[in-house]
T-cell receptor, first 112, second 113 residues
Framework: QKEVEQDPGPLSVPEGAIVSLNCTYS??????FMWYRQYSRKGPELLMY????GNKEDGRFTAQVDKSSKYISLFIRDSQPSDSATYLC????????????FGKGTMLLVSP | DADVTQTPRNRITKTGKRIMLECSQT?????MYWYRQDPGLGLRLIYY???????NKGEISDGYSVSRQAQAKFSLSLESAIPNQTALYFC????????????FGQGTRLTVV
């Protein structure tokens, strides 16, 4: 079993839709959770980060963590064509010398 | 100017050649990383360094070496390039607030022919 699982998509939605992107993980030691957005041929861009369980909102984006289910989500409200990108989840144990473990990314396509 | 700068941005090289990819950062972060990204395989960690005197192998270090010349500079070398090292390579940095994740450069597209 991979440490972090993420559906590669593509996920196609019309403009204005609510998008739900998800990752599951197996390592209960993960404490820090991030979402990255990557446009084609560009570097991943940190979108949101959260610690432990709960929700965090930033504009149209909401990150949700459920540690009991080992499940994280990113919701995008009022999706725009400019949101079309690959979204990668990442997580870490947060200890002094831990590194990030990434999902493989979900490609999102928002059509006008 | 970009906080994490990679050079070159694109490179085509021949099998067997030695090639160096360079990364510099102005974020003042102590930690630096090299990843490669392949379609369907996601981001895989090659090497990482938590400070100037620290070098660690990642998931896929075979065929690669690194040098941390200064806090702000971290270079990746392919000793003898082979075609399956054709990929998109990213340098990343992170700082003391580990929960904030890593910050990536724009990538180097490397093609080995």
């Amino acid at each position: 079993q991979k440490e972090v699982e993420q559906d590669p998509g593509p996920l196609s939605v019309p403009e204005g839709a609510i998008v739900s992107l998800n990752c599951t993980y197996s390592n209960s030691a993960f404490q820090y959770f991030m979402w990255y957005r990557q446009y084609s041929r560009k570097g991943p861009e940190l979108l949101m980060y959260t610690y432990s369980s709960g929700n965090k909102e930033d504009g149209r984006f909401t990150a949700q963590v459920d540690k009991s289910s080992k499940y994280i989500s990113l919701f995008i409200r009022d999706s725009q064509p400019s949101d079309s990108a690959t979204y990668l989840c990442a997580m870490s144990r947060g200890s002094g010398y831990s590194t990030l473990t990434f999902g493989k990314g979900t490609m999102l396509l928002v059509s006008p | 100017d970009a906080d994490v700068t990679q050079t070159p941005r694109n490179r085509i090289t021949k099998t067997g050649k030695r090639i160096m990819l360079e990364c510099s950062q102005t974020k003042g972060h102590d930690r630096m990383y090299w990843y490669r990204q392949d379609p369907g395989l996601g981001l895989r960690l090659i090497y990482y360094s938590f400070d100037v005197k620290d070098i660690n192998k990642g998931e896929i270090s075979d065929g690669y070496s690194v040098s941390r010349q200064a806090q702000a500079k971290f270079s990746l070398s392919l000793e003898s390039a082979i075609p399956n090292q054709t990929a998109l390579y990213f340098c990343a940095t992170s700082g003391g607030d580990r929960g904030r994740g890593a910050f990536f450069g724009q990538g180097t597209r490397l093609t080995v022919v």
